[in-house]
């Protein structure tokens, strides 16, 4: 199964991770991301693409039996 987690102690709003792949992440009112849906096969790349371009390195996606 897949996963997707966001620091929202360490995020800056940067937003690049709601713009990669907002099916998984978006950004709350507080201008921080947050996780809306674990990753499908569908979008398993995109949220990949966001934890790897985030610049604070706040996201981690995986998977986990
Ligand atoms: Fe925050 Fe990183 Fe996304 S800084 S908004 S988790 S790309």
Same mark, same amino acid.
């Given at each position: 199964m897949m996963y997707a987690t @966001? +620091?929202?102690? !360490?995020? !800056? #709003?940067? #937003?690049l991770c709601a713009d990669a792949c907002p099916e998984v992440f978006q950004m709350d009112a507080d201008n921080l991301a947050e996780v809306v849906a674990q990753p499908t096969e569908a +979008?398993? #790349?995109? /949220?990949?693409? =966001? =934890?790897d371009g985030c610049? @604070?390195? /706040? !996201?981690e996606v995986g998977t986990a039996s």
């Open positions: @966001v +620091n929202r102690e !360490i995020c !800056i #709003g940067c #937003g +979008n398993y #790349g995109s /949220a990949q693409e =966001a =934890a610049p @604070v390195d /706040a !996201i």
